[in-house]
């Protein structure tokens, strides 16, 4: 693929990965693959741990992708985390004492006569011998060579693809050619092509983009999770099983970020995605126990002042209606995120939602209810409206605090998903 053609590739799918298209991605990931793995494995001069990185690199910036505004800074961008991941891995490997493990095993795997321990050995084998040829070459041209044999032997390809001008490559590519021996070189350039990555490797991270939340509707249910939080105060803690599940939602996408760091620390891949479905049922069924109960207590709460069998069913049927409306708006609010770029949609959706519910809450309810409130007041001499669990739950100090709550957390996230530029 052309420079101009990767560019171009970029500016259309770019965008419509931002909003969680996965197919858009995939088709990123295969035109970069080549220079992903390169960058990798120059540094860490083994093929496999290269392609470990590297899908790690894709998968990390399909998970931030939402914060890159600039098709032309995917690159750079694609590239620094790629270079930060093998510097980890090397880290990481100098701490681990390998050499008497590694002669070890070799001395098992020849006496082991089956045929699995003698492909691991040639493997093991293989393994070393590209280690040597990549260390033969000067530190600067590595990047360059590997991606020189892989591109079909265009520097310009090789210059779009890692940042450097045509000449830069040129003069990396003229030292290299005299350090080393052309036998060695001619090695290295079969070795570069025939350790490319495969449509394997994209189908591999692909089929990994499902383990992970979208970044759109990741950030769609953490902004859900504030809203079923934030209109408790409307709806009476939680609002309904829906918005109960969409804060459920939420926080399986935030606790999905802070266990990816350990699983990946320890190697615990099995772990993490054990992990990852307990914590989304477990944060589902938690969302909707939590709403069904803060439903149920309101509905508790005015039924206290219901006489008959009508007025119960006019409750019923009042708690059923807002509980819908609460469940609306935050279904409303994550399909705005998902299919919007930028603030001002969910903006503009939150703030005509928010002047929807706060006429419900100051006009709708006080003349549906107010009848049984009045009565009970006349019988009784005290006011329902004045007593702690209304004025919280339902009052004005319900309202001002929930919208309060709402606005200031939906633009916590927004802010956090680099929607403000």
């Known amino acids: 693929m052309s420079a101009e053609a990767l560019d171009s590739l970029i500016g259309l799918d770019l965008p419509l990965a931002s909003r969680g298209d996965t197919a858009a991605y995939s088709r990123i990931v295969g035109a970069c693959q080549n220079s992903v793995t390169a960058i990798a494995l120059a540094m860490v001069r083994d093929v496999q741990a290269s392609e470990d990185i590297a899908q790690e690199a894709f998968l990390s910036a399909w998970q931030n992708i939402r914060k890159l505004h600039n098709p032309s800074s995917f690159l750079p961008w694609l590239r620094q985390i790629t270079r930060n991941l093998a510097r980890d891995h090397l ?48 530190d600067e041209s590595r990047e360059v060579l590997l991606l020189y044999y892989r591109e079909g032997q265009s520097s310009q390809q090789v210059a779009a693809l890692l940042g450097l001008s045509d000449a830069a490559v040129r003069k990396r590519l003229s030292r290299a050619r005299g350090a080393v021996r052309e036998e060695l070189l001619e090695r290295f350039a079969a070795f570069a092509r025939a350790s490319a990555p495969s449509v394997g490797f994209t189908t591999l991270v692909a089929s990994s983009l499902g383990l992970i939340a ?163 007041y006349r019988e009784s001499g005290r006011d329902p409206r004045a007593g702690f669990g209304y004025r919280w739950m339902l009052g004005k100090p319900a309202i001002v605090w929930s919208n309060l709550a709402l606005l200031a957390s939906i633009a916590l996230v927004l802010y956090k998903d680099g929607r403000f530029g």
């Open 214 to 376: 979208p970044p759109s509707i990741a950030v769609a249910a953490l902004a859900g999770s504030a809203a079923g939080s934030s209109l408790a105060g409307k709806f009476g803690l939680g609002a309904s099983s829906a918005s109960g599940g969409a804060a459920g939602g939420g926080a399986v996408a935030l606790l999905d970020r802070l266990l990816a760091p350990f699983a990946a620390a320890g190697g615990g891949e099995a772990l993490e995605h054990g992990a990852r479905w307990s914590v989304q049922v477990g944060g589902v069924v938690g969302g909707i126990v939590g709403g069904a109960f803060g439903t149920f207590v309101m509905t508790r709460l005015l039924l206290c002042h219901a006489r008959d069998a009508h007025e119960r069913r006019r409750v019923h049927r009042l708690m059923i209606a807002m509980s819908a409306s609460a469940a609306l708006v935050c279904l409303g609010l994550l399909l705005t995120l998902a299919m919007s770029a930028g603030w001002l949609a969910p903006a503009a959706f939150l703030l005509v939602s928010v002047a929807l519910m706060n006429w419900q809450m100051l006009h709708w309810l006080p003349r549906e209810i107010g009848p049984l409130l009045d009565r009970s």
């Open 91 to 138: 880290r990481a490997r100098v701490r681990q004492p390998r050499a008497v493990e590694d002669a070890e095993l070799a001395i098992e795997l020849a006496a082991d006569p089956t045929p699995g321990a003698i492909e691991t050995l040639l493997e093991a084998e293989r393994a070393r011998v590209a280690a040597e040829l990549i260390s033969a070459l000067p």
